[in-house]
């Protein structure tokens, strides 16, 4: 039971302040009564989620698999650089700059080129998310790894621990509550980077995702259409971070303070 009130405690605050904020739009756009190509009601998104439920869950299914490949990659690549990285002040310097400007290069900006090289659909959406999440990981798996303690890397070096031993039994446990900080940032940027690659790298078709939904919405105003895609969008980014986040109360639970709820 206490756990089960710790729990209501979590999830029923956010739950009664959506609720509200679309009993509020609900009553707004029913007394104010706008166009409807201009907006709509709830009540609207969600019969119009009904009636096209097959096509927006074949483009749900789409982006998430863009989503989830883009992520796996970012979450691979960044963790290993990261690590890398950790083990040169010389390496740091040299490549760490390349991180950065990668993410600061305009995402619209690479994926006309990614359509050259892989032609549009899932490939060059996937790798639009794992440019685009990328970054935090790389960023926060060096933090960790420079965050511990100096006194338990020399006594690992004292016992002339292996290689292999320093990055299973102190490196990666050591930053892990930073891996996984960053790895719920990246959850969510790569939802972005697949919705936003497939405005320019997303192809049509039995491959279209949320982001070719959202275009072509937009151009028939089907504002209803519209938000039951970016609705979609943000309940996949959700499911995204509560992942990660789950992953990371598994694997820290026992240990960090951050996931006891004492």
Same mark, same amino acid.
């Given at each position: 039971?206490?756990?089960?009130?710790?729990?209501?405690?979590?999830?029923?605050?956010?739950?009664?302040?959506?609720?509200?904020?679309?009993?509020?739009?609900?009553?707004?756009?029913?007394?104010?009564?706008?166009?409807?190509?201009?907006?709509?009601?709830?009540?609207?998104?969600?019969?119009?989620?009904?009636?096209?439920?097959?096509?927006?869950?074949?483009?749900?299914?789409?982006?998430?698999?863009?989503?989830? $490949?883009?992520?796996?990659?970012? *979450?691979?690549?960044? +963790? %290993? @650089? #990261?690590? !890398?990285?950790?083990?040169?002040?010389?390496? =740091?310097?040299?490549?760490?700059?390349?991180?950065?400007?990668?993410?600061?290069?305009?995402?619209?900006?690479?994926?006309?080129?990614?359509?050259?090289?892989?032609?549009?659909?899932?490939?060059?959406?996937?790798?639009?998310?794992?440019?685009?999440?990328?970054?935090?990981?790389?960023?926060?798996?060096?933090?960790?790894?420079?965050?511990?303690?100096?006194?338990?890397?020399?006594?690992?070096?004292?016992?002339?621990?292996?290689?292999?031993?320093?990055?299973?039994?102190?490196?990666?446990?050591? $930053?892990?509550?930073?891996?996984? *900080?960053?790895?719920? +940032? %990246? @959850? #969510?940027? !790569?939802?972005?980077?697949?919705?936003?690659? =497939?405005?320019?790298?997303?192809?049509?078709?039995?491959?279209?995702?949320?982001?070719?939904?959202?275009?072509?919405?937009?151009?028939?105003?089907?504002?209803?259409?519209?938000?039951?895609?970016?609705?979609?969008?943000?309940?996949?980014?959700?499911?995204?971070?509560?992942?990660?986040?789950?992953?990371?109360?598994?694997?820290?639970?026992?240990?960090?303070?951050?996931?006891?709820?004492?």
């Amino acid at each position: 039971m206490r756990r089960l009130r710790a729990y209501a405690v979590r999830v029923l605050p956010p739950f009664i302040a959506i609720l509200f904020i679309l009993a509020i739009w609900e009553l707004a756009v029913r007394w104010t009564r706008p166009p409807k190509y201009l907006f709509c009601a709830p009540s609207d998104v969600a019969r119009e989620a009904v009636a096209r439920a097959g096509e927006l869950a074949m483009a749900t299914a789409n982006t998430t698999v863009a989503v989830v $490949a883009g992520f796996a990659m970012s *979450a691979l690549a960044g +963790i %290993a @650089a #990261g690590v !890398a990285l950790s083990s040169s002040r010389i390496l =740091e310097r040299a490549f760490y700059p390349f991180t950065v400007t990668l993410q600061t290069v305009p995402l619209v900006s690479i994926a006309p080129m990614l359509v050259i090289w892989l032609d549009a659909g899932l490939k060059s959406v996937a790798v639009c998310a794992f440019i685009v999440s990328l970054f935090p990981v790389i960023t926060n798996t060096l933090t960790g790894v420079r965050s511990i303690p100096s006194a338990q890397v020399e006594l690992f070096w004292l016992y002339r621990a292996s290689s292999w031993a320093r990055l299973f039994k102190l490196k990666l446990p050591g $930053a892990l509550p930073s891996i996984i *900080a960053g790895l719920r +940032i %990246a @959850a #969510g940027l !790569a939802v972005i980077g697949a919705v936003v690659g =497939e405005f320019v790298a997303g192809s049509l078709g039995a491959q279209r995702g949320l982001g070719i939904v959202v275009v072509v919405a937009a151009k028939q105003g089907e504002v209803p259409m519209l938000l039951a895609a970016v609705a979609l969008a943000s309940l996949l980014g959700i499911a995204m971070v509560g992942l990660v986040s789950a992953i990371g109360y598994l694997l820290m639970y026992r240990w960090h303070v951050s996931q006891r709820g004492d």
